[in-house]
């Protein structure tokens, strides 16, 4: 999303883009306490949300699939899937048309924000959506993560197959819409450095072809575990050398070693050390190291009949941060 103002000699015009399509407003844009607001169904219908006006409690309601974004007229309280979220302006009634913050409104609907300034006569608000990248476990194969590959992005146009060694597919991807891109490892049996050096240039390609400083990560199993060790060492170790995570999914995830680690996994030499109980040896020495980056929000969820990953273990991660959502 884009947003344009043009200063003239009478009120400042403000033009905004949504994934380089101009919106048409019935009302304009406006600038309040530095912030922008638009009128609400514009916004939230461009993004392909179905919005809902309840007069009653003057409420606005947002809703995609099983996402929704909940706001009050004059509250600087929101809720994003039940979790409020603190308004630096609120949405507000002006001449019977109802405005909402524009910043809020792209992260709320996890769009990548960007912006910059032109002096005193421009100023350019880059929203763009934010590609999420699917990681398969250890053993996993091509279909793996089908059918989640299936149900974040039905629209084959924005969604892909990548393998660490062929990137064709990701080249022909569209530039617009939400980018899904599904990764599968050539050897799916690596140690957990080996396989997150080759998610780490996998990452830097993503970001070249949609420009965006930023990617949402989803890790099945050891997946999960290179995801979580990558947060570590992009932010805390190479300093954001290579692009930032903006959110993390775990799923059945060994954060804190399998059951039978020791005896398990102790043929496969190369990733026994990696999976012990008692926190895989990587992540517990870049955290022990370097901390954990808790402005980072996490989704871990487990399987309680999961025969390898116990419980605890695909929860861990609440462990090093309180900024995370836990199911089973």
Known sequence: MFLFPVNSKADTIYKVYVDGTLLSFSSSPIKEDGRILVPVRTIFEALHTEVTWDSETQSIHSIKGDAKVDLSIDSN??????????????????????????????????????????????????????????????????????????????????????????????????????????????????????????????????????????VNLVGHSMGGLMSTDYVVSQTLIWKNLYPTVNKVVTIASPINGVKYGASKFAKLSYVSEDMITDTPRILQDNVKNFGFPDYIPFLSISANSDAFVPESSALYVKNFTSNIETAT
Not at 200 to 211: G, M, P, S, Y
């Open 77 to 214: 309280t929101a809720f994003i899937n039940g979790r409020s979220v603190s308004l630096e302006v609120p949405p507000k009634i002006i001449n019977n048309v109802t405005y909402v913050p524009l910043r809020f409104v792209g992260e709320a609907w996890d769009m990548n924000v960007e912006w910059s300034s032109y002096g005193n006569y421009q100023a350019n608000i880059n929203f763009t959506y934010i590609p999420t990248i699917l990681i398969h476990g250890f053993n996993g194969n091509s279909t793996s993560m089908d059918y989640l590959f299936n149900y974040l992005q039905p629209d084959s146009k924005y969604r892909s197959t990548i393998t660490d060694d062929d990137y064709n597919q990701l080249n022909e991807m569209s530039p617009k819409g939400r980018p899904i891109i599904k990764v599968v490892f050539s050897d799916s049996r690596q140690a957990v450095s080996q396989q997150e050096a080759k998610l780490t240039d996998i990452i830097q390609k993503v970001q070249r072809k949609f420009q965006t400083p930023k």
